[in-house]
């Protein structure tokens, strides 16, 4: 076994070994309710626990940003709390509904206490029975009775049981993680194509780490924390490599195939590409967003997967299925956006993109690739900061105008007074659903008249192949 593979393996049965003492923790004997929120739980954990809750109140899942160096060398904050998307495209004005996937209680304006060690959510990411679910519009706590979700369905949000939760205490499942990360950009299957609820209890065909009835591993049997840091960036939130990454080299290192000719490729291919030869292969993600038909009064309908293609609040959206990815060449680093940033709006603005060419310590990588239409100051050239969610929000008045107005105040970037509606595009990479080695794609998928590959937009004159074949 290579000196690599050995240190992860031995690494996994270590945490295995730690997780396992703490899931024989009989928590029934130590925690005692009732309890009336969560930030009372916390109060109980943190009896034992208070050292780990000062530890993750230093990480990136309690502040929603992180300290990184930019391209240029800069250091800067970046993260949830000053990104732009072309989802629901910025937490200011709307933190009630976007911090229901914070692992904190309360953070409902720009006046939460980070530092109060009680607002720290313990059981999001530790529950075992399955039941513990934050409220969708509640800034992160849980139903403490029984509710309705959506507001006046008819459909029943339960209160959770917190002593029964608090005292199943456990080891972080596919689950706890799914919870926020299967369900970003407002629901289910939305946002990165490659994580949605498929994965909870997946086939070894759907994704072969995690499938059931092969390895079986969880998200933390990768994502291995030290003191509530779990490595792994989005470039959604990030710039740069570095810091808490992850790649399939922790534990896929030196020559990981035995044909030496796919060992050649690894150099300049990464491992992704051939492995995730589609995404949303279950359940369809979005690819496209159009902000400017929000308001409308128009009739929802379904595409050939079921699902609405317009919403009133939210504006037309297309699904994909089963999506062949894009291909760029990739070095670490991003180019991306940030609240407060000048744009040019006579074309695609690239909220974040993939920075590399060929032969610059770059791997041609797959991503998704999100495309969008959405509100820009016009006079300021910025992307705006819509009020999305609660009163004078847009989703309660569809006055896009006053929406902005509100949430650019908020956010504390001057409005001109003007909107007007710009192209988006994003790019999200692809790491899970790994399929089994013998469907990755082989030589023909990429190579040949029907490849998948745009050579040209990858630096080449050509296919590849077809030059090697007329030098030899």
């Not at 209160?159 to 596919?174: D, M, Y």
């Not at 810091?243 to 050649?264: E, I, M, R």
């Not at 009064?297 to 062949?324: I, Q, R």
């Not at 990588?365 to 969610?389: C, E, S, W």
Request: glycine share 10%; aromatic share 8%; charged share 20%.
């Amino acid at each position: 076994m290579k000196p690599r593979v050995l240190a992860g393996v031995l690494s996994a049965m270590l945490m295995l070994a730690a997780n396992a003492v703490f899931a024989k923790t009989d928590h029934s004997t130590l925690i005692k309710g009732p309890f009336a929120s969560g930030p009372e739980v916390t109060k109980a954990c943190l009896q034992c626990h208070a050292e780990q809750a000062g530890a993750f109140m230093k990480t990136a899942h309690w502040t929603w940003s992180s300290r990184q160096k930019s391209p240029g060398g800069d250091e800067i904050r970046l993260g949830k709390i000053n990104a732009v998307n072309n989802f629901c495209i910025a937490l200011p004005s709307n933190e009630p509904r976007c911090t229901s996937c914070h692992a904190g209680y309360g953070w409902k304006d720009a006046n939460f206490d980070f530092s109060k060690t009680e607002n720290v959510d313990c059981l999001v990411c530790h529950d075992t029975t399955g039941t513990y679910r934050k409220y969708p519009t509640a800034a992160g706590h849980p139903a403490y009775k029984d509710s309705e979700w959506p507001p006046k369905s008819g459909k029943k949000w339960p209160a959770v049981n917190l002593e029964k939760v608090a005292q199943n205490v456990g080891r972080p499942s596919r689950q706890n993680c799914g919870a926020c990360h299967f369900f970003g950009g407002g629901g289910d299957h939305v946002k990165h194509g490659d994580l949605d609820s498929s994965l909870i209890k997946p086939k070894r065909e759907m994704d072969v780490h995690m499938g059931v009835d092969g390895a079986n591993m969880t998200c933390v049997d990768c994502h291995k924390g030290s003191n509530h840091t779990i490595p792994g960036k989005a470039l959604s939130v990030s710039i740069a490599s570095g810091g808490a990454t992850l790649g399939c080299d922790t534990c896929h290192a030196g020559s990981p195939h035995k044909n030496a000719q796919l060992n050649v490729h690894a150099k300049t291919v990464a491992c992704q590409t051939c492995h995730v030869p589609t995404f949303a292969r279950t359940l369809p993600t979005k690819i496209w967003w159009d902000w400017s038909m929000a308001g409308k009064d128009m009739p929802v309908t379904k595409d050939e997967h079921g699902l609405a293609t317009f919403d009133k609040n939210k504006g037309s959206f297309t699904w994909g299925k089963n999506v062949v990815p894009a291909y760029r060449w990739f070095n670490g680093k991003v180019d991306r956006v940030l609240m407060g940033d000048k744009i040019d709006p006579s074309g695609v603005v690239h909220l974040s993109s993939p920075e590399g060419s060929r032969g610059a310590d770059s791997k041609i990588t797959p991503f998704k690739l999100m495309k969008g239409r959405q509100p820009y100051d016009a006079g300021n050239k910025l992307i705006a900061v819509p009020h999305l969610f609660g009163k004078g929000g847009f989703w309660a008045t569809y006055d896009w105008g006053s929406a902005i107005a509100s949430g650019m105040k908020t956010a504390g970037l001057e409005y001109s007074g003007k909107f007007d509606w710009v192209e988006t595009d994003m790019y999200w990479k692809l790491n899970h659903m790994v399929v089994p080695k013998d469907q990755a794609l082989k030589c023909a998928n990429c190579h040949g008249a029907n490849g998948r590959m745009d050579w040209k937009a990858l630096g080449y004159e050509g296919d590849p192949m077809k030059s090697a074949t007329r030098k030899r």
